[in-house]
């Protein structure tokens, strides 16, 4: 009986070992991915270049909205090939602040009303 009691509590002991480990994996991982990501923005911003909107088109097939200096291009980006499309003047970019912190509520309401006007507002 004692025998069977030790091995218990080596096996819980070792359970909450392996949990701690892993927790604590978990939120260096997280730490980490934050700094490389807070890095690498820092590296992107602040020059005379910088993308402002990347929509895909098809597969391996992008349009992206960039600023050289205070001039606004188009180009569309492939796996393989870069081609210049265009300029757009500075007042037909809608900007928006990519710090802005929406709530999970107005995310979720904005994607229902979007339904809604998709469906024209009739029940299924």
Known sequence: MTLLSSHTLSDIAQFFTVLIVFIFVL???MFCAKWVG????????G???EVIETIRIAQGKW???IRIGSKYKVIAVSRDNVTYLGDV???DIKKTDPDEKKSFSEILSKAFSDKDKVS????E
């Open 27 to 29: 939120a260096l991982s």
């Open 47 to 49: 020059g005379s270049a």
């Open 120 to 123: 024209g507002g009739r029940q």
């Open 89 to 91: 003047d500075e007042s």
């Open 63 to 65: 349009l992206q909205i």
């Open 38 to 45: 807070n890095y690498q923005k820092a590296q992107l911003s």
